[in-house]
């Protein structure tokens, strides 16, 4: 594979996002300005892994505080990145929130960066771009969201 190749391929965004489920409902947030639901998380900066990634961005997001040991890896979602240059793909690593902790009577709240929380079911995705969509579809299976 020649690098020319390598170059003309179109990005693949590296994500992380938080799966906060309370009563078969998965919290969501809507960014500023933006048209659809996002699960709290995004883009790792360059230092740090994926677990601090979903660690800051959720407190950036939603004031949650929380830890590596509150949250297991869920899975990874790829697919067609929401709001960017046809053919970029969002590689979004996801994190489940341990039940039983400090986060189950915890308030999330929306931050400066998004207008509203809201915990949602299968029933709203079509408020979501493709990513969530895949996202809700394996929460539905492992039978923690209707």
Same mark, same amino acid.
């Given at each position: +594979?020649?690098?020319?190749? #390598?170059?003309?391929?179109?990005?693949?965004?590296? =994500?992380?996002?938080?799966?906060?489920?309370?009563?078969?409902?998965?919290?969501? *947030?809507?960014?500023? @300005?933006?048209?659809?639901?996002?699960?709290? &998380? !995004?883009? @790792?900066?360059?230092?740090?892994?994926?677990?601090?990634? =979903?660690?800051?961005?959720?407190?950036?997001?939603? &004031?949650?505080?929380?830890?590596?040991?509150?949250? #297991?890896?869920? &899975?990874? *979602?790829?697919?067609?990145?929401?709001?960017?240059?046809? !053919?970029? +793909?969002?590689? +979004?690593?996801?994190?489940?929130?341990?039940?039983? !902790? @400090?986060?189950?009577?915890?308030?999330?709240?929306?931050?400066?960066? *998004? #207008?509203?929380?809201?915990? *949602?079911?299968? @029933?709203?995705?079509?408020?979501?771009?493709?990513?969530?969509?895949?996202?809700?579809?394996?929460?539905?299976?492992?039978?923690? =969201?209707?």
């Amino acid at each position: +594979m020649s690098l020319q190749a #390598d170059a003309n391929q179109p990005p693949t965004l590296r =994500v992380s996002a938080l799966l906060l489920v309370r009563d078969r409902r998965v919290l969501m *947030v809507r960014a500023r @300005a933006r048209d659809v639901l996002y699960l709290p &998380g !995004g883009k @790792a900066e360059p230092h740090e892994t994926d677990v601090e990634a =979903v660690i800051r961005e959720a407190h950036e997001e939603t &004031g949650l505080l929380l830890t590596a040991a509150d949250v #297991d890896e869920f &899975g990874v *979602v790829t697919e067609p990145a929401h709001g960017q240059a046809p !053919g970029t +793909m969002v590689a +979004m690593t996801l994190f489940l929130v341990r039940p039983g !902790g @400090a986060l189950d009577s915890a308030t999330p709240v929306a931050s400066a960066e *998004v #207008d509203e929380v809201e915990w *949602v079911t299968s @029933a709203d995705a079509d408020r979501f771009p493709p990513a969530g969509v895949e996202t809700l579809r394996r929460l539905v299976a492992a039978e923690l =969201v209707d």
